[in-house]
C-alpha cells in the first residue's frame, strides 16, 4: 500500500514538475524575447487543449465511457465565456482583464457544468458505443442550437433570442447566429493558462486518488463487482462526467477569449476526435501523457509547415506509425523491455487498457 | 571550348541581373494565408494559384519589383489562422494577401491591426473583416451589398414577385448577403414567399426545393457558392420544376465544373465582378495562363487574389516601400496609399476609401447555352 | 402528395445511409471495431467511378465494377497495413488509427484530385423521372431503394446459408473459440473488410448520383450519419443498419420538412437520443448480457 502511495506521489510530483518546467523556460523565452512569434501565438490554445485532454481523459481513462462530444462542452464555455466577458465590459465598464477573464472562465464552467448534468443524467444510462455516440450526437445538437443563437446586451441587460434574430436596436450584438460571438476583448493571457492547468492537474490528480477515484476507476475496471460492493455506478460516473464537463467549459473560455471571434464549426465532431487523439496517443489514464500528447500534437502541424500541402498527409501518417508502434504486443514488448527500469519509474500506475464495447 | 564560352556567357548573365537587382530592384515579401487543406481548401487553392500567376508575371517582366511570396495554410480556422499569421511574420512577411475566408480573416485582422499589418484579403467579404480596424481592405464585394443590389436588380427589372430565398445558415457569407436582401426585398414591395437553410454538411436539398414549389415561387434567390447551388438545380431538375435562379458571385464556377451538366444552368442569372468566359483581353490571357500552370478554369477567387498582387505592388510604388521595411513600417504608409490608387484589374476598375470595402461595378450575367451573356 | 414526396425523398436518403452503415456494421461485428475511414473509402469509391465514367469513357456497369475492385483492393490494403498489427491492442487504439486513416484518405485524394469539386455524370441514371400525378421520381431514387433491398438480401443469405458467412457469424460471437474451430480470424476479417469496401464502392456511386457533388469530404458527413444509423439500428445486426438508415433518413427529411430547416440535424440526434434511452441497444440489437 505505501509503495503504491510512494508511486503515486512521485508520479504527480513529476506531473507537476514538467507543467511547471515548461512554464518558467516558455516565460524566459518570453521575457528575453527569443521565443518565435509563431510559439508564442499558440501558448493559449495549447494550455486549452492540455486542459481538454486531462479534462477527457477522466471520463475516458479513469472512467472507462468513451465520450465523443467533448468540444460541445467546450463551446458551451467559449460561448459563456465571450458572453460574460462583453457584458461586463459593456454593462459594468470592467477595464481589469484579469478579473473580467478569470470571472468569464468560472462562469463557462459552471454553464458547462450545468450542460454536463442535464446531458449526463440520460447518457450515462448508456455503455460502451452507445454512449460514445449519444454523446456525439449531444455536441452535434449543442452546435446546432448555437448556430441559431442570438445575445445582444443593452442598458446592463443581457438580450436573448432564439432561431430569428429579434434583439433590440440599441443592443450591443454578443452572439450572432452563424456569424459566432463576435467583436470580443482578445484578454487570455499565458499565464493564467498555466495556472487553469495547474488547478485541472490539482482537481484531477485529487479525484484520482481519492476514495471516489478510486470508486470511478472500480466501476470502470468492473462494474458489476464494484455496484455489488455497494458503490453507486451512476453517482460516480456522473461525478467524473460532470467534473470533466467544467474543465472543458473553462478550457473553453480561455480559449474563445483568445481570438476576436468564436464560430460554431470550430467545435464539431472533429475536434471532439482531436481531444480524443491527444488523450489515446498519451495513454488512458495517464494524465501526464496527456498533458504531453495535446501539447505535442498541437504544434506539430506548425512544424510540418515546411511540407506545405502535404502537411496533413504526413500528420496522418504520422498519427497511424506512432499508433502502430505504441500498440503492436510484438514492438511494445521489445520496447517495454529496453525502457523498463525507467517506465517502472515514471509511470505511477499501471493503466489499464479500455475495451471499447463492454464484454459480452 | 564551346561548353566554356557558354559557362563564360552564364557568368556573364548571372552578374549583369546581380548587378541589376542590386541597384534598383525592390524585393517585396508578401505571404497570402488561406486553406490550402481541409474542406475550404478548395478556395484557398484557388486565391493561392491567382496570386502565383501573378506574382510569376511581374517577376518575369523584370521591372522595379520583384515579389516573394510566403504561403501559409489556415485550414479556414479561426485557431489556426494566428498560426498561420504568426509563421507568415517570422518567415519575414511585409504585406498579407488574405485571408481567403471571413471567419478567420475577422480574428487575424484583429491582430494586425493591433500589431500594425496590412491586410488585402481577395474573398473575405463580410462586414466584420473591416469593421473597426484600418489596416484591412477587401477586393470583393461586401456581403450587405450584394444583397441589396441582387434585391434591386430584381425588382427594377421585374423579374418577379415571389421570392423563395435558400441559404446556408452556417455560413457568414450567405447569412450575411441573406439579411439585406430580405430587408431590401421588403422595401422593394417584393414577397418572400419561402425561406429554407441548410448547413455545410447538407447532401439533400430536396425539402428545400420542394419548399419553394410548393410556395409557388417565382425566382429562387441562391446567395451561397456554386457547390451547393449545382446540387439544388440538379434537385430541381429533378422535380421539373423551372424558376428563375438567382446568384451572386460565388455562384460563378457552377459551369466549370468538371462533369456538371450545363444545361441544368441554363437560363441562371447572377450578378458578378468576373467571369472565365469574358473575351476581354486581360481576361483571356490570365485564364489561359491559369489553365495552363493548373490546369482548371479559375473561379473569381483566384481572379481576386491575381488583382490582389498587382493592387498591392501599385500600393507599394505609391507608399514608396522598400525591401527592408517591416511590416509595421509599411502599413501606415500602405494604408494611405491604397485609397488614392486606382486599379484596372480583371475583376473591374476598384478604388477603396477609409472604410476598407472596395467600389466597383458588379455586372449582371445569364446563362444562356452553357456561357454567360451579359446584360446592359 | 407532399407527404408522399417528402417519404419517396425520405427513403432514398436513407437507403443510401443504409448501405454505408451495412459496411460499418459488419465491419464492426465481426472485427469489433469502429472504422472511421469507411466513410473516406466511399469517396474514394466516387472518384474512381467518376474517372471511369468521364475519363476513361467506360460504360456505367464497368465503372462501378472497376471501383468496387479498387475499394476491395484499398479496403483489404488498409486493414492489412494498419488494422492487423493492432488485433490484439485496445480497441481506442485501433479507432484512432482509423480515424488517421480517414485523414490519409481525404488528403490523398486531395493530392490526386485536387480541391476543386466534381460534378458526378448522371446522365446514364437519370435521363428519365416517373410522374405519378405531380409526384416526379427520378430512376436514381428507384435504383438507390433497389440496390439496397438486393444487398440487404443476399448478404442475409451469405452470412446465413454460405461457408464464409458462418465462419463470420463465428468470429463474431467468440473470436477465441472460432481459432480453436480451424477458422482462420484474419482471413475472415479480410473477406469482412473486402465485402464492406465493395459496398462502399456501390454507397459512393449511388450517393453522387443523387448527390452529385465530388469533393475529398464527400464520405465524412454521410459516414457520421449512417454510423449514427448503425449504432440507431442495433450495432452488428444486418436487418438493424437497413432499417436505422432508412428510418434516419425519413426522419432527416420529415424534421426538416415539417419542423425546420435550422435544426433539421438536431432534430434527428435528439429522436437517436430518445430511441437509445428507450432501447439502450438499438432498435435491433442484441441486450448485452452480463456475466459476473
Known sequence: MTKTKRKRLIYNLITFSVVIAAYLILQHMIDAKTITRSLKGQLVPICAWIVMAVSLNLVIGFSGELSLGHAGFMSVGAYTGAVVSGWLLNAFQMENTVLRLVLAIVAGGILAGIAGVVIGIPVLRLRGDYLAIVTLAFGEIIRNLVNVLYIGTSEGHLNFSFLHKNLPESAVILVDGAKGAVKIKPISTFTVGFVLILITLIIVLNLVNSRAGRAIQATRDNRIAAESMGVSVTKYKMMAFVTAAVLAGMAGALYGLNSSTVVPTQFTFNQSINVLVFVVLGGLGNVLGSVISAAFLTVLPEVLREFADYRMLVYAIVLILVMIFTNNPAIRSLVNRLISPVKALLRGRQPSALQGGDKA | MK????????FMMIWSVCTAVAEDVITLKIAHIGPTTGAAALYGLATLHGAEIAVQEINEAGGKYRIELINEDDEHNVEKVINAYNAALDAGAQMILGTTTSKPCEAAGALGYTDRVFFLTPSASSTAVIEDKDNVFQICFTDPNQGRASAQYIADHQLGTKIAVIYNNADVYSTGIRDTFVEEAAAKNLEIVSESTFTDETTDFTVQVADAQNAGAEIVFLPMYYTPASMILKTAADKAYAPIFFGVDGMDGILSVEGFDTSLAEGVMLLTPFVATSKDEKVVSFVNKYQAAYNEIPIQFAADAYDGIYILVQAAEKAGITSDMSPEEACDLLIAAIQEITVDGITGSMTWDESGAVTKTPLAATIVNGEYVFED | MIFLDNLINGLSLGSIYAIIALGYTMVYGIAKMLNFAHGDVIMIGAYVAFCGLQYWGLPPVL???????????????????????????????????????????????????????????TTFINSVSIRLGRLNISIATLITIFANIVIMVSLTLFTAKTKMGKAMRCVSEDRGAAELMGINVNRTISVTFA??????????????????????????????????????????????????????????????????????????????????????????????????
Do not use: H
Open chain 2, 3 to 10: 561548353k566554356i564560352i557558354a559557362l563564360a556567357l552564364a
Open chain 3, 63 to 121: 465503372a462501378i465494377a472497376v471501383s468496387m475492385i479498387a475499394c476491395t483492393v484499398l479496403g483489404v490494403t488498409i486493414e492489412g497495413l494498419a488494422y492487423r498489427p493492432l488485433r490484439q491492442a485496445a480497441s481506442l487504439a485501433v479507432l484512432i488509427t482509423a480515424i488517421g486513416m480517414s485523414y490519409l484518405l481525404q488528403n490523398t485524394a486531395l493530392m490526386i484530385w485536387g480541391a476543386n469539386p466534381k460534378s458526378f455524370p
Open chain 3, 195 to 292: 465485402i464492406g469496401s465493395a459496398l462502399a464502392a456501390i454507397a459512393g456511386v449511388l450517393l453522387c448520383s443523387s448527390y452529385p457533388i465530388l469533393q475529398p469530404t464527400t464520405g465524412s458527413m454521410p459516414g457520421i450519419k449512417a454510423f449514427t444509423a448503425a449504432v440507431f439500428g442495433g450495432i452488428g445486426s444486418i436487418p438493424g443498419a437497413m432499417l436505422g438508415g432508412v428510418l434516419l433518413g425519413v426522419i432527416e427529411i420529415f424534421g426538416k420538412a415539417y419542423i425546420s430547416t435550422e435544426l433539421g440535424d438536431a432534430i434527428v440526434f435528439a429522436v437517436l437520443i430518445v430511441v437509445l434511452l428507450v432501447k439502450p441497444t438499438g432498435l435491433l440489437g442484441r441486450p448485452i448480457r452480463e456475466k459476473v
